[in-house]
């Protein structure tokens, strides 16, 4: 990395540092992986001409997801950033207009050859930093090209169907409700979720 970028990777960090509440390695994963990935799918200007034009797919929900927000102006209340975790350090960011799709991966093998770009003096999460920093992209990550095909009730716009759940009258967009014996099903309904409802309607100040 020449020093201008260098200069250039220390100032998208500084901002994404701040919208992530505090520096640390995985910030400095996601920045430069969302950079690259930005980089090798042809987007120069993310969050101007070309913003409408990208979608990027985060396989954690750690910090990383954070700066790929930051780098890529993708938001998941936009439809453009999607989250399927995998539990791995990786995303792919698409190119919808050329259909430019690279996957990045940040293997398991880097936390071992990045010791070497540590700076040998400081504190522990400065010298994690710096090194996270200094690692050469082609040692950081590794990337695939791929195909990704988007369902269309995922893409951003207007939710274009919205029904009512037969059993519990709450309503659903985007097709997620389920059909099951002729009947309209919401997720919840059909096969349980991430709640129990232990006690319905209950008071809601005013
Ligand atoms: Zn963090
Ligand atoms: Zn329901």
């Known amino acids: 990395m020449n020093k201008f970028e260098r200069a250039e990777l220390d100032h998208v960090l500084e901002k994404a540092f701040a919208f992530h509440g505090k520096p640390c390695g995985g910030t400095v994963i996601g920045v430069r992986m969302a950079m690259l990935g930005l980089k090798m799918i042809g987007i120069s200007d993310p969050k101007g001409a070309q913003r409408k034009d990208i979608m990027a797919v985060a396989e954690n929900d750690r910090c990383s997801v954070d700066a790929l927000q930051h780098v890529t102006g993708c938001r998941v209340a936009a439809r453009a950033l999607k989250l399927k975790d995998y539990g791995k350090v990786a995303a792919t960011f698409v190119n919808l207009k050329s259909g430019k799709a690279v996957r990045i991966v940040c293997p398991e093998e880097t936390r071992q050859t990045v010791e070497q770009y540590k700076p040998a003096e400081g504190e522990k999460k400065e010298r994690t930093i710096e090194g996270y920093k200094r690692i050469p992209l082609n040692e950081l990550f590794y990337a695939q090209e791929v195909t990704v095909e988007f369902d269309e009730d995922d893409m951003p716009g207007h939710a274009k169907a919205r029904v009512k759940c037969d059993n519990c009258g709450e309503w659903v967009s985007d097709h997620r409700e389920l ?17 129990q409802v232990v006690s319905d309607r209950i008071a809601v100040p005013g």
């Not at 059909?179 to 709640?195: I, M």
């Open 179 to 195: 059909e099951v014996d002729g009947k309209l099903l919401c997720h919840h309904c059909n096969q349980g979720g991430y709640y």
